[in-house]
C-alpha cells in the first residue's frame, strides 16, 4: 500500500475510534526507549490510518510516533491510509497483529481485545471463529457474553487482574460478584497481599458468607474478629493468612469444628514422628491413613508396639466415629 | 421440518415436541457411581426438559438444547423395554421415566403416562414408577394398571416449594394426588429428595411426613428415598445467576467423590436421621426405605445397616416388592441380581 503524507494535527490519536486506551493495559515498558530512537534515527515506519465516510482520519497503528511528531511540531507524517471501505475485520486483525505483545500479555487484555472488537461492531461469527481461535480462546455459545460480564468488572480491578495474570475462570469467577464485594476487594488490596487465587479464595467464601448468614459487607466488617485483624499490626501476608483462616471457619463451620477434634485426639496420642496419622479433611471418607516413617531399624518394634496401644486403639476409633 | 434450538434452558420450556424415538433410550441411572450407593434403577428417556423450574435442577446446566421434547412413539420405546425384559426374565425391572424430565408434568398435552401405564400392565418382570412434582392424575386413574406402575412423588417442605420449586404443584396439591392416586388403587413412592437446610428445615420436614402419610395407607408405598441436595460444581454459577433470591449454594457442602457437592457429612447425617425417625413413626415396619446417593457409613448411621453393594440393593428391592405386592414373575433370587451388570 502506498503512503502518503498528512497534517498530524488531523491524526484523531485518543479520539480515533481505533483507541485501546479503554481496552489494553499497557506492558510495562521503557517509554525513553522508543524516544531515543525517534531523535537519533527520525520515525522510520509510515502510521496506519483510516479515513472514514465523514473524511476524519482515525489512528490505527502508530500512537507512540504520532504522539512524538505532535510533541516534535511536525506538521506532516508519512501514513498508510486505509480507505472508508476497509472491512473492520481487517482493521481489527491488523490491530492485533501489531499489538500482540501486548494484547497477548494477560488473559485479562485478551478478553478486553474481543470486547474491542465486540464495541467496533464486528461480527460475532467472525470474533467466535477467527479472532477467538488466533488468541487460544476455545469459545462456547455465551463465551463472549462472559467476555462482557469480565469487561464490566471495575477498571481498577481489571488493571490488578491484567498484573496479577488471572486465568479465564478467575476472571469468571470474579465477574459473578456483587459490586459491594469488589468495592471491597479493591480495598483491600492496598492492606493485604492478594494474589490471583487468595482473592479468588477470599471473594469466593465471602460471598457464600454474606449469603448465608444474610449479611451485608459492613456487617462482616463490624465482627470482631475482622475488625481485631485489620486494627492490627500484622504484616499484609499475615493479614491475608489471619483472614483467609476465619472466613474458612465461618464459610465452614461444621467441617472446621471436626477436623479441629481429630486433631486434638492425634495430638493427645504423642505419638513419635515416625508415625503419621492423616484423613479426608472433607469427612467423606471414612478412613484413616497411618503412615510409618522408618530409616532405623531400632525404632520398628517400638512404632509398633504404640500402634498396638489400647490408647491408639481408642483413638483411631474415636476418629473413625467422628468420620 | 426446521425447530428452533432454544439456547438458555428456560426458552424451551414452553414449547413442547413430539418426537421420534432415536437410539437407545433405555438405560441405568446416569448417577451410578461406585462410592455411592445407587438403587439401580432403569430409566426410560420418553421426555426430555420440563415445564417446572426448580432452582438446583441439573438440567440448566445439562440440555444442550433447551427444548421441550416427549418421545410419542411409544410402541418404539416398549419394544426396546420388553427387549431388555426377556433378556433377564427371572429379574424385576423397576423403571422411570423422569430422568430428564418430570413424568407427569406434560400428562394432559402428550398422554404419555397413560399410554406406558397400560403397556407395563402387560408385563410380568417389571415395575413403571412414573415421579412427578406434578398433581396431574386425574387422567390415569380410571386406567387398569394391574398394579405394574408405581406413582411418585418428589416431595419437599412447603417453604421449599414457594422458595425453590417454581411452577411446581403446591405441597396441598400433591398430597391431594397422592391420595386420590392410592384410592386408585396405585403402589405409592415417596422421595424426600432433595432434602435441604434452612432455619426452621426441622419443622418443616416434620409436617411434611404427617401431611403425607395422612394421604397414604402405609401398605400402599412401595418405597421411600432419602437423598439431600448435590449438584455438580458448574451448576454453582447456573443456580445463583439464574435464581439469585436462591440461597442454596451458599450451604456448608464439599466435593464428593463423584464430582458433585454437597453437604458435609455430619449435615446430612443429621438430616436423613432426623427425617427417617419421623418417618418410622408413621411407615410400616416392612417399608423398604433407601438412600439415593449415598455413602455407606452413612447407610450404617441411618439405618444400622447397608447393603453389600448397588446389585446388593436391587436384589433387595426386587424381594420387598414381591413378597409385599406380589411384584415380578418369581420369588427372587439373590444370586440372579448380583451377576447383573
Same mark, same amino acid.
Given at each position: ?136 480462546? *476455545?469459545?462456547?455459545?455465551? =463465551? %463472549?457474553? #462472559?467476555? &462482557? ?7 481498577? /480491578?481489571? +488493571? ?54 444474610? *449479611?451485608?459487607?459492613?456487617? =462482616? %466488617?463490624? #465482627?470482631? &474478629? ?7 499490626? /500484622?504484616? +499484609? ?87 | ?341
Amino acid at each position: 500500500m502506498p503512503t502518503e503524507s498528512i497534517h498530524i494535527n488531523d491524526v484523531l490519536i485518543n479520539d480515533s475510534r481505533f483507541a485501546l486506551r479503554d481496552f489494553i493495559f499497557d506492558s510495562i515498558s521503557e517509554p525513553s526507549c522508543h524516544l531515543n530512537t525517534f531523535c537519533t534515527l527520525g520515525i522510520l515506519y509510515p502510521i496506519v490510518v483510516y479515513r472514514d465516510r465523514k473524511g476524519l482520519i482515525h489512528l490505527v497503528d502508530g500512537r507512540k510516533r504520532a504522539e512524538y511528531a505532535k510533541q516534535s511540531d511536525e506538521r506532516l507524517i508519512r501514513a498508510m491510509v486505509l480507505p472508508e471501505t476497509t472491512p473492520v475485520t481487517d482493521i481489527v486483525s491488523l490491530i492485533h497483529c501489531n499489538r500482540r505483545n501486548d494484547i497477548e500479555s494477560s488473559v485479562m487484555n485478551k478478553v478486553q481485545f474481543l470486547c474491542f472488537a465486540i464495541s467496533m461492531n464486528v461480527p460475532e461469527s467472525w470474533i467466535l471463529k477467527v479472532l477467538c481461535g488466533a488468541l487460544e480462546f *476455545k469459545p462456547h455459545t455465551e =463465551f %463472549l457474553r #462472559e467476555c &462482557e460480564r469480565i469487561f464490566h468488572l471495575p477498571r481498577e /480491578l481489571r +488493571q490488578f487482574c491484567h498484573e496479577k495474570k488471572f486465568s479465564l475462570k478467575q476472571l469468571l469467577n470474579l465477574s459473578y460478584y456483587s459490586p459491594d464485594i469488589l468495592s471491597q476487594l479493591i480495598q483491600w488490596n492496598t492492606s493485604l497481599q492478594l494474589t490471583a487465587s487468595t482473592l479468588d479464595e477470599i471473594a469466593s467464601h465471602l460471598k457464600d458468607y454474606l449469603r448465608a448468614t444474610n *449479611k451485608r459487607i459492613k456487617d =462482616f %466488617l463490624a #465482627e470482631p &474478629e475482622v475488625e481485631d485483624i485489620f486494627e492490627s499490626s /500484622l504484616s +499484609q501476608r499475615d493479614k491475608t493468612e489471619k483472614l483467609r483462616q476465619l472466613l474458612y471457619l465461618k464459610r465452614f463451620p461444621t467441617l472446621s469444628a471436626v477436623n479441629a477434634n481429630i486433631r486434638g485426639i492425634i495430638k493427645q496420642l504423642h505419638l513419635p514422628k515416625e508415625i503419621q496419622i492423616t484423613w479426608d479433611g472433607t469427612l467423606e471418607n471414612k478412613k484413616l491413613d497411618v503412615t510409618l516413617n522408618i530409616s532405623d531399624p531400632q525404632k520398628w518394634q517400638p512404632v509398633l508396639d504404640t500402634l498396638a496401644s489400647p490408647d491408639v486403639k481408642e483413638a483411631v476409633q474415636s476418629i473413625l466415629d467422628e468420620l | 421440518m426446521y425447530h428452533k434450538k432454544f439456547t438458555h434452558f428456560k426458552d424451551g420450556k414452553q414449547e413442547v415436541r413430539r418426537i421420534s424415538k432415536k437410539g437407545t433410550a433405555l438405560g441405568t441411572c446416569a448417577t451410578l457411581n461406585r462410592k455411592y450407593l445407587c438403587c439401580n434403577v432403569h430409566v426410560l428417556r420418553s421426555v426430555h426438559n420440563c415445564p417446572f423450574e426448580c432452582s438446583y435442577c441439573f438440567l440448566q446446566n445439562y440440555l444442550t438444547d433447551g427444548s421441550t421434547k416427549i418421545v410419542d412413539d411409544t410402541a418404539h420405546l416398549m419394544n426396546e423395554v420388553k427387549d431388555a425384559l426377556r433378556s433377564e426374565p427371572s429379574r424385576l425391572f423397576r423403571i422411570g421415566t423422569w430422568e430428564l424430565g418430570d413424568s407427569l408434568a406434560l400428562e394432559k398435552k402428550t398422554g404419555q403416562a397413560q399410554e406406558l401405564i397400560q403397556a407395563f400392565a402387560r408385563l410380568n418382570n417389571a415395575v413403571l414408577e412414573l415421579k412427578t412434582k406434578s398433581d396431574a392424575v386425574d387422567s390415569l386413574l380410571s386406567l387398569d394398571h394391574k398394579g405394574k406402575t408405581v406413582l411418585s412423588w418428589s416431595l419437599n417442605t412447603e417453604e421449599l416449594i414457594a422458595s425453590e420449586e417454581h411452577q411446581t404443584a403446591s405441597l396441598k396439591r400433591r398430597v391431594s394426588a397422592i391420595r386420590k392416586s392410592a384410592g386408585a388403587g396405585y403402589l405409592i413412592g415417596l422421595h424426600f429428595d432433595p432434602m435441604i437446610l434452612y432455619d426452621r428445615w426441622k419443622e418443616g420436614y416434620k409436617k411434611l411426613v404427617a401431611d403425607v402419610f395422612e394421604a397414604v395407607p402405609p401398605d400402599r408405598i412401595a418405597w421411600i428415598s432419602i437423598g439431600s441436595l448435590r449438584f455438580n460444581p458448574e451448576m454453582k454459577k447456573k443456580i445463583e445467576n439464574n435464581y439469585p433470591d436462591s440461597r442454596l449454594t451458599s450451604a456448608e457442602m464439599v466435593l464428593g467423590d463423584d464430582a458433585k457437592i454437597r453437604y458435609v457429612k455430619p449435615l446430612r447425617v443429621s438430616m436423613y436421621q432426623y427425617l427417617y425417625n419421623e418417618l418410622k413413626k408413621y411407615s410400616a415396619d416392612n417399608a423398604l426405605a433407601y438412600l439415593c446417593m449415598e455413602r455407606w457409613d452413612v447407610w450404617d448411621r441411618v439405618f444400622g445397616c447397608h447393603p453389600e453393594s448397588v446389585e446388593h440393593l436391587d436384589f433387595l428391592f426386587a424381594q420387598s416388592l414381591y413378597t409385599r405386592f406380589g411384584l415380578g414373575a418369581e420369588q427372587p433370587k439373590k444370586e440372579r441380581y448380583m451377576t447383573c451388570t
